[in-house]
């Protein structure tokens, strides 16, 4: 497992931009498919987005689609999430994830390594 841990968040307005972080610790972390994922009140986490290993492929949720954006600097050990246009149904606490096989995937049950989650509040 990697350990992670997200940056970032904060209060905007409809419209504004904000860019998550996720630092991982782990000699591995170039290996390892990476996720954002959002839990908002009395909701359950829903996927956002994710990147396969090489950053090469990656795979977006139609309610995020051309609006955020995953990324991810190998020698870094870090993950990226731009997030421009945001909207007010974005407000929820986002949480990184990292999953072995690389590939990246868009099930919550293949990720085994989590973050404690960033809040992300957007004001109309």
């Known amino acids: 497992q990697v350990q992670l841990v997200e940056s970032g968040g904060g209060l905007v307005q409809a419209g504004g931009s904000l860019r998550l972080s996720c630092a991982a610790s782990?000699?591995?972390?170039?290996?390892?498919?990476m996720a954002w994922f959002r839990q908002a009140p009395g909701k359950e986490r829903e996927f956002v987005t994710t990147?396969?290993?090489?950053?090469?492929?990656?795979y977006y949720a139609d309610s995020v689609k051309g609006r955020f954006t995953i990324s991810r600097d190998n020698a870094k050990n870090t993950v990226y999430l731009q997030m421009n246009s945001l909207k007010p149904e974005d407000t929820a606490v986002y949480y990184c994830?990292?999953?072995?096989?690389?590939?990246?995937?868009?099930?919550?049950?293949?990720?085994?390594?989590w973050g404690q989650g960033t809040q992300v509040t957007v004001s109309s």
């Open positions: 994830a990292a999953e072995r096989s690389g590939l990246g995937y868009p099930r919550r049950s293949d990720y085994d390594s």
């Open positions: 782990g000699r591995s972390f170039s290996s390892y498919g």
């Open positions: 990147i396969n290993w090489s950053g090469r492929n990656t």
